[in-house]
């Protein structure tokens, strides 16, 4: 019995007190082996929320790609996005409850199927979204992490020039700088949207090094050794990157709304390109007579800009389980 | 309300101001129940002092919180728990929130965190009054000066004003323990409360609980973990472990002559000062393995003078040999082992590892010379990186210093998880599903990876439990043996630094007070501090510590200080209960 019980005291783990510091993830059996990710992706799919916004995520970008195909080759829906014909019916849509029709979103005033475009403006739009999503998540996490470790100087500097960036109306900041790369296409929209939006992360994620950076496994590394950039890359890095992903699915849900929006305005995709946006934008007018035209991209938009914003907020809670509620 | 004032006076029968009867206590979490307290039952009577002890996870302080009626939401509980007779499991928001105070009170391991940093003491210590109707305005101030010079604050007039980083450690626990007072509470429940604290510190907060329920009759719930501080102070010792009550009894009961095994355990586990009889001292040849010399370490504060916190330093270790470096808070010591390691620069001084000066060194030499030089740290929940798992933690020491091959790390990690008594399978296990002590052991191992010659251990055992302590301490001291390193062990615990060491150094302020023998400092020491230090440790036999008390007590008066307790003014007499 003695015996047993000295085992237990010296190699179980010891139960731990569930309220205190909210340290759940202590609170396990110690025969089976979870690693951090596991834990994450076990409470990421219990969050209802974030699985619908997923599923409607994933749905959505198949659609869009699958409908009316990637570049040369073909999707399954038999019309083209370019090609204009006769209008139909003054373009209505032809989609029932059940059925899909001729035209299921309608046509627009020269006859182009609405269904084909408002497919092309989604892809365009994820496209660009991701572009946004994952360059500003590289600049403002190497631009964080560089300002977090090495402090001093280095840190002055690259936290100015965030503030620079942060002062400057972004709406204005993206027009002039969109207008500039809108013409050379929608990669070069995304790269120039990632070179504003990257403010927000770099300073989450210089929050998170100076914290880290103070941790005894660091001050550990620095003692046997370890160069500057084995410790961000492997030791500190590693740690942030709950705050990162969950930033860059944010990031994506807003450089959806700036991408349309600067389409809308004007500055952003350029024909022959077409985004979400900018058919919002090219039909504005029509909201009275047609209002389809202006419905099925702003639905399309709603439906994306929602779903990834519950994945963020599954993320999120995955990642900080304090914050859960019945933790 | 008229019928909870008339339950307040009413005066607790049977005796017992604090009882819990067959308390159960689950926590439901996302990974099932965790059952903390498993039907236990206590009882603490006026003016004595319960002390409820056990290791980290057996359930104490959810006793203690259930008590006040602040479990968290997600707890289950069964039994009964009464406060001066009143059921505090059937109680409502506004009567709980009456009880506290008012009938318990709580002093809290941590002072920092349990004073408001951004109000003053008086608007603390009068919100007390003031919300349970004691006192207001004027007279709430007065009181709260009268409680402040009843548990020696000196000057209370205009020290009430302060703020609390306006005071020291132990001053912040007198002013906690001066608002648990304020509204005459029948109990006190005090989890931890000298944890935090400094041994000289935690026997002046010791004296003054002791008075405490000798002067106003109060009973008192001492939570804690070290057998000295039960020693010192309990009448009565409850044991719990893993959820359970294994032994019950009072002080001399449990302490002299325990019954069950976990308790015999746990005493034989505690460090004692003189346990070790006399050791040949240590020879060695060659370079030392770190010589300080001279060595003065400076923070920069933006507009004030540098703060100095080592001041003209000499110390040294050599190979085999393991020094300890012993300091209360502030002293220093975990800035020379940090500056030894490099991670601080010296604004002046030597710093030798292995015959090579590191205060002037390149980057390329210091790398190699790193190579020689392993590190264990004190707090197992992060000096190990999360995101790694446990052979990836102990092989990079390996990796930066592209020692052997893939396999050879391999082998070499399963060597060390053997070394320090740990599973092989640990190696794929992640840090978080170790226990603390777990934890210390692949620290341990990842610093002897690559064979050290020098390895600096700063305050590795005092973040963990004592029978988890005495385990690493054991496998500490033949590691050593076998590797042969030299030791800069850093410490704030005499006994550990008695049970380990071959040479002491005495810190304070940043200066060396005494340094030598282990035997020569610790059993006849020549400064002041040094003796005052050793008097101030607590032992866990409660005869003996009475006379290390009443020896500690005469030795403060000699040297001309007052005594601690209680001060009651005669002047201003306390309402007695």
């Known amino acids: 019995m003695s015996e047993d019980r000295r085992d237990s005291a010296m190699q179980g783990a010891p139960e731990p007190l569930p309220h205190a510091g909210g340290e759940v993830e202590e609170v396990k059996f110690a025969e089976k082996s979870f690693s951090q990710g596991q834990l994450v992706r076990r409470r990421f799919f219990r969050h209802k929320g974030a699985l619908a916004g997923l599923a409607v995520l994933i749905f959505i970008t198949v659609l869009a790609f699958s409908s009316i195909g990637i570049g040369s080759i073909p999707g399954w829906w038999d019309k083209d996005f370019a090609t204009t014909g006769t209008v139909v019916d003054g373009g209505r849509p032809t989609m029932g409850w059940l059925t899909w029709g001729e035209h299921p979103f309608g046509q627009d005033t020269t006859g182009r199927d609405y269904f084909a475009l408002v497919m092309r403006g989604t892809q365009i739009s994820l496209v660009i979204a991701f572009i946004v999503g994952i360059g500003s998540t590289i600049i403002g996490t190497i631009i964080g992490a560089v300002a977090g470790y090495y402090r001093g100087w280095a840190e002055?500097?690259?936290?100015?020039?965030?503030?620079?960036?942060?002062?400057?109306?972004?709406?204005?900041?993206?027009?002039?700088?969109?207008?500039?790369?809108?013409?050379?296409?929608?990669?070069?929209?995304?790269?120039?949207?990632?070179?504003?939006?990257?403010?927000?992360?770099?300073?989450?994620?210089?929050?998170?090094?100076?914290?880290?950076?103070?941790?005894?496994?660091?001050?550990?590394?620095?003692?046997?050794?370890?160069?500057?950039?084995?410790?961000?890359?492997?030791?500190?890095?590693?740690?942030?990157?709950?705050?990162?992903?969950?930033?860059?699915?944010?990031?994506i849900a807003s450089a959806i709304l700036l991408e349309t929006s600067l389409s809308f305005l004007g500055f952003g995709v350029q024909p022959p390109d077409i985004s979400l946006g900018s058919l919002i934008s090219d039909y504005q007018t029509a909201f009275t007579s047609r209002p389809w035209l202006f419905w099925f991209p702003g639905l399309f938009i709603l439906a994306i800009a929602l779903s990834v914003n519950f994945i963020g907020d599954g993320l999120r809670d995955a990642f900080d389980p304090r914050q859960g509620k019945d933790g | 309300m008229t019928a909870i004032d008339n339950t307040t006076e009413q005066q607790p029968d049977g005796g017992a101001v604090l009882s819990f009867t067959d308390l159960d206590v689950k926590f439901n979490t996302e990974f099932g129940r965790v059952h903390a307290v498993k039907g236990i039952s206590l009882e603490v009577k006026p003016g004595e002092v319960l002390a409820l002890v056990g290791e980290s996870g057996s359930g104490k302080s959810v006793t203690s919180t259930s008590a006040l009626g602040l479990l968290p939401r997600n707890a289950s509980i069964d039994g009964q728990i009464s406060v001066a007779g009143k059921r505090v499991d059937e109680m409502s928001g506004s009567a709980l929130r009456k009880m506290r105070g008012d009938d318990v009170a709580m002093v809290f391991q941590e002072p920092m965190t349990a004073l408001n940093p951004v109000l003053t003491v008086r608007t603390q210590m009068v919100e007390a009054l003031e919300l349970h109707g004691k006192a207001f305005g004027k007279e709430a101030d007065a009181?709260?000066?009268?409680?402040?010079?009843?548990?020696?604050?000196p000057d209370p007039e205009r020290r009430l004003f302060q703020y609390p980083h306006e005071f020291s450690g132990g001053q912040r626990q007198r002013i906690v323990i001066a608002m648990a007072l304020?509204?005459?509470?029948?109990?006190?429940?005090?989890?931890?409360?000298?944890?935090?604290?400094?041994?000289?510190?935690?026997?002046?907060?010791?004296?003054?609980?002791?008075?405490?329920?000798?002067?106003?009759?109060?009973?008192?719930?001492?939570?804690?973990?070290?057998?000295?501080?039960?020693?010192?102070?309990?009448?009565?010792?409850?044991?719990?472990?893993?959820?359970?009550?294994?032994?019950?009894?009072?002080?001399?009961?449990?302490?002299?002559?325990?019954?069950?095994?976990?308790?015999?355990?746990?005493?034989?586990?505690?460090?004692?000062?003189?346990?070790?009889?006399?050791?040949?001292?240590?020879?060695?040849?060659?370079?030392?393995?770190?010589?300080?010399?001279?060595?003065?370490?400076?923070?920069?504060?933006?507009?004030?003078?540098?703060?100095?916190?080592?001041?003209?330093?000499?110390?040294?270790v050599s190979r085999g040999e393991i020094v300890g470096l012993v300091g209360e808070s502030g002293s220093g010591k975990s800035t020379i082992a940090r500056t030894a390691l490099g991670l601080i620069p010296a604004a002046s001084g030597e710093v030798a590892i292995l015959g090579e000066d590191i205060t002037k060194m390149k980057r390329a030499p210091l790398k190699a010379l790193r190579k020689r030089v392993g590190v264990v740290f004190q707090d197992p929940a992060s000096s190990l990186n999360p995101r790694l798992p446990v052979g990836d933690c102990i092989s990079e020491p390996m990796d930066v210093h592209d020692v052997g091959d893939k396999k050879s790390r391999r082998e070499k990690v399963a060597e060390l998880l053997e070394a320090v008594e740990l599973p092989r399978s640990v190696a794929n296990r992640y840090p978080h599903e170790l226990s603390g002590g777990q934890r210390q052991r692949v620290s341990i191992a990842r610093a002897l990876s690559l064979d050290p010659e020098l390895l600096v251990a700063d305050e590795p055992t005092s973040a963990l439990d004592v029978s988890v302590q005495a385990a690493v301490l054991q496998m500490f001291t033949a590691l050593q043996e076998e590797y042969n390193f030299g030791c800069l062990f850093v410490s704030h615990d005499l006994a550990v630094v008695d049970t380990l060491a071959d040479r002491v150094v005495v810190l304070k302020d940043g200066v060396v007070i005494e340094q030598g023998d282990r035997e020569q400092v610790l059993r006849n020491p020549q400064q002041e501090y040094t003796k005052r230090l050793l008097m101030a440790a607590p032992v866990p036999h409660p005869d003996e510590q009475r006379e290390r008390r009443e020896a500690r007590h005469a030795f403060l008066k000699e040297v001309g200080e007052k005594d601690f307790g209680l001060h009651i003014d005669a002047e201003t007499p306390k309402s007695s209960r």
């Open chain 2, 143 to 153: 009181r709260a000066i009268e409680l402040l010079r009843m548990v020696g604050i």
């Open chain 1, 156 to 251: 002055s500097l690259l936290m100015r020039v965030t503030d620079l960036f942060i002062i400057i109306p972004l709406l204005v900041f993206a027009a002039v700088l969109g207008s500039i790369a809108s013409g050379s296409g929608i990669w070069a929209l995304g790269l120039v949207l990632a070179a504003v939006t990257w403010t927000g992360l770099a300073r989450l994620v210089r929050g998170e090094v100076l914290s880290l950076r103070e941790r005894e496994f660091v001050s550990a590394a620095q003692a046997i050794g370890t160069g500057n950039w084995r410790i961000i890359l492997r030791h500190i890095l590693p740690n942030t990157i709950g705050v990162i992903i969950v930033a860059t699915t944010f990031a």
């Open chain 2, 182 to 316: 304020s509204c005459d509470p029948t109990v006190i429940i005090a989890d931890e409360p000298t944890t935090a604290l400094d041994v000289t510190v935690q026997a002046e907060i010791l004296d003054l609980l002791r008075s405490l329920k000798d002067e106003l009759n109060t009973g008192i719930l001492l939570i804690t973990h070290s057998m000295g501080v039960v020693a010192d102070m309990a009448d009565r010792v409850a044991v719990m472990y893993k959820g359970d009550l294994v032994e019950q009894g009072t002080v001399h009961e449990v302490l002299v002559n325990p019954q069950h095994d976990y308790t015999k355990r746990l005493l034989t586990a505690v460090p004692r000062l003189g346990a070790r009889g006399e050791t040949p001292p240590v020879e060695s040849e060659g370079p030392k393995a770190l010589e300080v010399t001279d060595l003065v370490v400076e923070f920069h504060r933006q507009g004030k003078e540098p703060f100095r916190a080592v001041d003209h330093v000499s110390l040294s």
